[in-house]
């Protein structure tokens, strides 16, 4: 089946189904949809996420941090390189990318400040 016969199929789908509900019904789901926060909640599922939040909150919150700093390091590493005109592969990019130790990158990025090539920077190609 194409694609387009697909999407035709489940607009059908679609219709037909809200044609069957009641109208207050149909007005609800169509809210609901348009913003994932207007959906009703039962307090049994409120104190589950609530429970969640207390276990698992400053957890997740660290590593997202933890990623965000990582993130911005190697991207500082990159544009820094960049602005020193030290043009830099894909390979070398994708190993700043992929390195996940802040301290790395800041060593990377001192040693940028003072490089004239990148194997300067990064040590000669294995």
């Known amino acids: 089946m194409s694609t387009a016969t697909c999407v035709a199929w489940r607009r059908t789908l679609i219709r037909y189904i809200l044609g069957m509900l009641h109208e ?3 007005k609800i789901i169509q809210e609901v ?3 994932s926060h207007k959906i009703p909640v039962s307090p049994a599922l409120q104190r589950l996420g609530e429970e969640f939040q207390a276990l698992y909150g400053a957890k997740l919150e660290a590593r997202g941090e933890a990623r965000g700093e990582v993130r911005g390091a190697a991207n500082t590493l990159l544009k820094f ?3 020193r005109g030290l043009a830099i592969d ?3 990019r994708a190993e700043v990318l992929a390195c ?3 301290a790395q ?3 990377w990025v001192v040693q940028a400040a ?3 090539t ?3 920077v990064f040590g000669p190609r294995a």
Request: hydrophobic content about 50%; overall charge negative.
């Open 24 to 26: 207050r019904l149909v």
């Open 33 to 35: 949809s348009m913003d």
């Open 81 to 83: 390189l960049a602005a």
């Open 90 to 92: 894909e390979a070398r």
């Open 100 to 102: 996940q130790e802040v």
């Open 105 to 107: 990158l800041d060593r």
């Open 114 to 116: 003072v490089a004239n």
């Open 118 to 120: 990148l194997d300067d």
